[in-house]
């Protein structure tokens, strides 16, 4: 039996206690229980801890599965299998030569969900979930297997490796009035001087001798231009001195996309020689796509809760990690919300942010 609690963070605790109170989180003769909790699992690290304490007063741990149903999409799946399948990734999958950036963007905004998302925002909603979790999964050593504990104990090594952020690695916004509709402080349920960010990017440092120095820079948005969610890892660049003299201006830089949703794919940039007499290059891309007949990543991710194992979900370990990287600096990164001019506002359907919008500029790959 599955108990799947896909309802407000609030009303974790006391289903809980009740489903424990009934004896219906006892596995006894064999029976099988299980205790589905969607995120957020807590709003800080104090949250999280007293959150987790109380479920285990009735269930053990292997009984838990807070579950991240992002895990569940095929292509994000995929990532273990183009990196780890493939020889020509793994010896530049590293600090030496590529920088990393991942997007979620969404070109909705709260849709009638303003109250709850005053209590969230998007720096909770997405960073110590969805992003945290694809940034172990493109940062994370090869694991001996697929086993879902393999995959949990590289992710965990991590986490554990993250350098908690500074406010200086975060920047926050809120969309404005545009041709998309109305501004973020005009939704229903929204509080007209409301400093809720709608917009959250971040530079994350992994402090591990694979990945040092390297900055992942992750953003989160609604209300821009596209729907996209994707991993770009860009090659360092060549040296230039070899075209000096010719007609090129400059290169294209390698990039190599993983597109998560809602197209299916890779992608990777790289340059050629234009047909002609004189050396001129080119960009040329390099795409595949996948056409998913699979059930949704929810469904899909349900599905895998009712086996021993699911490597859709987090452990306890994990979310713990995840807060004390990102808690002891929210209160000032509210506060640059109000003071960034960067970061103040962003108006509904802008263009698309630069690389990380300020934070690229004031990133020396680790000289701190």
């Given at each position: 039996?599955?108990?799947?609690?896909?309802?407000?963070?609030?009303?974790?605790?006391?289903?809980?206690?009740?489903?424990?109170?009934?004896?219906?989180?006892?596995?006894?003769?064999?029976?099988?229980?299980?205790?589905?909790?969607?995120?957020?699992?807590?709003?800080?690290?104090?949250?999280?801890?007293?959150?987790?304490?109380?479920?285990?007063?009735?269930?053990?741990?292997?009984?838990?599965?807070?579950?991240d149903h992002f895990l569940g999409k095929d292509t994000v799946q995929?990532?273990?299998a183009v990196r780890f399948a493939n020889a020509m990734f793994e010896p530049v999958w590293r600090r030496e030569y590529i920088d990393m950036q991942i997007t979620a963007a969404e070109t909705i905004g709260v849709e009638g969900r303003g109250r709850f998302y005053e209590q969230t925002g998007a720096f909770r909603d997405m960073l110590p979930n969805h992003l945290f979790q694809l940034l172990g999964m493109v940062a994370m050593e090869p694991?001996?297997?697929?086993?879902?504990?393999?995959?949990?104990?590289?992710?965990a090594e991590v986490f554990d490796a993250i350098r908690p952020l500074a406010a200086q690695d975060v920047m926050l916004g809120q969309y404005e009035a545009g041709p998309a509709g109305p501004g973020y402080r005009e939704e229903p349920g929204v509080a007209k001087d409301s400093r809720t960010e709608t917009y959250a990017a971040a530079r994350v440092y992994v402090e591990n001798w694979r990945w040092a120095g390297v900055p992942f820079y992750l953003r989160t948005g609604k209300r821009l231009t596209e729907r996209r969610t994707e991993i770009s890892v860009q090659l360092k660049a060549v040296p230039f001195l070899l075209f000096?003299?010719?007609?090129?201006?400059?290169?294209?830089?390698?990039?190599?996309?993983?597109?998560?949703?809602?197209?299916?794919?890779?992608?990777?940039?790289f340059n050629v020689?234009?047909?002609?007499?004189?050396?001129?290059?080119?960009?040329?891309?390099?795409?595949?796509t996948t056409r998913s007949s699979?059930?949704?990543?929810?469904?899909?991710?349900?599905?895998?809760?009712?086996?021993?194992?699911?490597?859709?979900?987090?452990?306890?370990?994990?979310?713990?990690?995840?807060?004390?990287?990102l808690g002891p600096q929210w209160t000032a990164c509210c506060i640059r919300t109000v003071r960034c001019p960067c970061t103040a506002t962003r108006q509904a359907a802008p263009n698309r942010p630069k690389r990380i919008d300020c934070l690229s500029r004031t990133a020396a790959h680790g000289a701190r």
């Open positions: 039996m599955v108990f799947y609690l896909a309802v407000g963070a609030r009303f974790f605790a006391p289903i809980v206690e009740h489903l424990g109170a009934a004896g219906l989180l006892e596995e006894k003769g064999g029976s099988f229980r299980r205790l589905v909790i969607e995120k957020p699992f807590g709003s800080d690290l104090a949250s999280a801890q007293q959150l987790n304490a109380c479920i285990l007063k009735y269930a053990n741990e292997s009984q838990v599965y807070r579950i995929s990532i273990l694991p001996n297997s697929f086993d879902a504990e393999s995959v949990r104990d590289r992710k000096r003299d010719t007609p090129v201006d400059a290169l294209t830089p390698n990039v190599f996309t993983l597109r998560i949703d809602p197209a299916h794919g890779t992608t990777f940039d020689k234009v047909p002609g007499p004189v050396m001129q290059i080119g960009k040329v891309s390099s795409r595949s699979s059930p949704s990543a929810r469904t899909s991710a349900t599905r895998r809760c009712s086996t021993t194992a699911c490597s859709a979900t987090k452990r306890s370990f994990s979310v713990r990690t995840a807060w004390r990287r």
